[in-house]
């Protein structure tokens, strides 16, 4: 298995500000990515964060908005950028190994946006 | 398009019972699927993995048993008991290794003591 971790666990931001969230995982994993799961809703997935190369993000989701950095195996970013109220969601990372298929979720970022 | 579907969306039963979440998708040309439990304000706990040519997985009173060719799941838990109450997340991976899941809206049980 892989033990992924978060920060911060949660935040309350001003409208308008960004906040960048942190995702670390124990062990070099192939693929990591992001997801959002706004009140009451399941998890959408936001982008692709892969090692090297830019981002691959989903319709609706746009790279100005939600920035992401991934520099090693290991590690990635995701700023959510310009925050609104409609951006008050929990960011959920989480890692892939190509064997065995099994994704690995961390315990998520909880933003409020006032 | 994938889509995933989940019923019920909230269930409750009394502790001791035996339950079945069911989970359907539409494409049935999935990689793997996964069962996760997501405590209130929490991440996701993974609980099975089915790989897209096995029948079932059980993990202690979970049994997680797929057909692919109907494109359904369930998720069978025995005794029940107040502490699995929580939602419960149904996930498919599209047929290619390494690409991110595909949730449904879950299922919200509570387990009555």
């Known amino acids: 298995s892989a033990v992924i971790s978060q920060k911060p666990s949660r935040d309350i931001c001003q409208r308008g500000t960004s906040l960048t969230i942190q995702c670390q995982v124990d062990?070099?994993?192939?693929?990591m990515f992001w997801y959002r799961q706004q009140p009451g809703q399941s998890l959408t997935l936001i982008a692709t964060?892969?090692?090297?190369?830019?981002?691959?993000?989903e319709s609706g989701f746009v790279i100005d908005k939600f920035p992401i950095s991934r520099p090693n195996l290991t590690f990635s970013t995701l700023t959510v950028s310009n925050m609104s109220p409609e951006d008050s969601s929990i960011y959920l990372c989480?890692?892939?190994?190509?064997?065995?298929?099994?994704?690995?979720f961390g315990p998520g970022t909880r933003l409020t946006v006032t | 398009k994938q889509e995933v579907t989940q019923i019920p969306a909230a269930l409750s039963v009394p502790e001791g019972e035996n339950l079945v979440l069911n989970c359907s998708f539409t494409?049935?040309?999935?990689?793997?699927l996964q069962w996760f439990r997501q405590d209130p304000g929490k991440g996701l706990t993974s609980l099975l993995l089915?790989?897209?040519?096995?029948r079932e997985q059980t993990s202690g009173r979970l049994n997680a048993s797929l057909d692919k060719s109907s494109g359904r799941s369930t998720l069978y838990i025995a005794a029940s008991q107040p502490g699995d109450s929580a939602t419960y997340l149904c996930?498919?991976?599209?047929?290619?290794?390494?690409?991110?899941?595909?949730f449904g809206k879950g299922t919200t049980l509570s387990v009555s003591s």
């Open positions: 989480s890692a892939h190994r190509a064997s065995g298929g099994e994704q690995y």
């Open positions: 062990s070099q994993v192939t693929m």
């Open positions: 964060a892969n090692q090297g190369s830019e981002a691959t993000y």
């Open positions: 494409d049935s040309a999935i990689y793997n």
């Open positions: 089915i790989q897209s040519s096995q």
């Open positions: 996930a498919v991976s599209p047929n290619q290794a390494g690409t991110a899941l595909i």
